[in-house]
């Protein structure tokens, strides 16, 4: 969770810099504006100089008053040029300043929405999303309880708004950036999950003595009302199942039986 406070006061600071730049802008356009025309005017006497220059040297008179003045209105100019060079460079400076502070301040603006009021909802989302996702697996269990009961189908059972049995799926919610939250609730895993316990259930009432229900390496009965192992890496025969000892000729049977868990060691 990051510091709202902090985000507070860094949006406040950018805002009023902001907030300044404005009337500091004004005020360097005027002094740019004014340096533009007094350059101007600058360049007109330096002109007017030359020309009299110019003359003087037609007339082979002293040169070094209009030399004087030529250097000092020359010198001025420069310094000028300067000045419009800077106020130019600062202008373009304050454009970039606007715009990253612009930036800085949405991005700002968003993470302290974010945090003061998506956060709550969502810690009160995650809160309350849990016990949602019992009563929603209550629903699936019982639609599943009433097709299989009533050999009837399920869909007609719950409606709601898209008239399709109940939402399908209740996710987890998190901010960007963080650990993600896992779904609470899924209408096809859930539906999938009873299915797989039915199908186990079936199995087990005709082998009640099966011991690979007890086996960490059980990995599940499949559609088709075979029971997987992980450690055989496949079916388990049904001979196992049954507990009896595989036959001779049956070299599958027998490679699977002696790397069973149960498989006494001689």
């Known amino acids: 969770m990051k510091d709202i406070k902090k985000m507070e006061s860094e949006l406040k600071t950018v805002q009023k810099r902001i907030g300044e730049i404005p009337p500091e802008r004004k005020k360097l356009e005027e002094r740019l504006e004014a340096a533009k025309k007094n350059h101007s005017r600058i360049e007109s006497r330096i002109t ?33 040029e300067d000045e419009i060079e800077g106020l130019s460079r600062r202008l373009t400076s304050l ?21 003061k009021t998506i956060r709550p909802l969502v810690v009160e989302y995650n809160r309350i999303a849990p016990e949602l996702a019992e009563t929603l697996k209550g629903f699936q269990a019982a639609m599943e309880t009433y097709i299989r009961t009533f050999d009837s189908p399920g869909h007609r059972i719950l409606l709601d708004q898209q008239a399709n049995a109940g939402p399908k799926s209740l996710p987890g919610i998190w901010l960007p950036g963080e650990e993600p939250v896992p779904e609470y609730y899924n209408a096809a895993v859930e539906s999938e999950k009873l299915a797989a316990q039915e199908r186990e259930r079936h199995v087990r009432s005709q082998y009640p003595d099966c011991r690979c229900f007890r086996c960490t390496s ?19 025969p049904r001979e196992m199942l049954a507990g009896k000892t595989p036959a001779r000729d049956s070299e599958a049977a027998r490679q699977f039986f002696l790397r069973c868990s149960f498989t006494p060691v001689s």
């Open 218 to 236: 059980y990995a599940g009965v499949l559609p088709d009302l075979t029971i997987r192992c992980g450690l055989l890496g496949g079916e388990v």
């Open 48 to 80: 007017e100089l030359r020309n009299e220059r110019q003359d003087i040297l037609v007339a082979e008179g002293d040169l070094e008053d209009v030399n004087t003045r030529l250097k000092e209105i020359r010198k001025s100019g420069e310094i000028l």
């Open 95 to 115: 454009e970039v300043e606007e715009t990253r502070l612009a930036a800085q301040s949405k991005e700002l603006g968003k993470e302290i929405f974010k945090e």
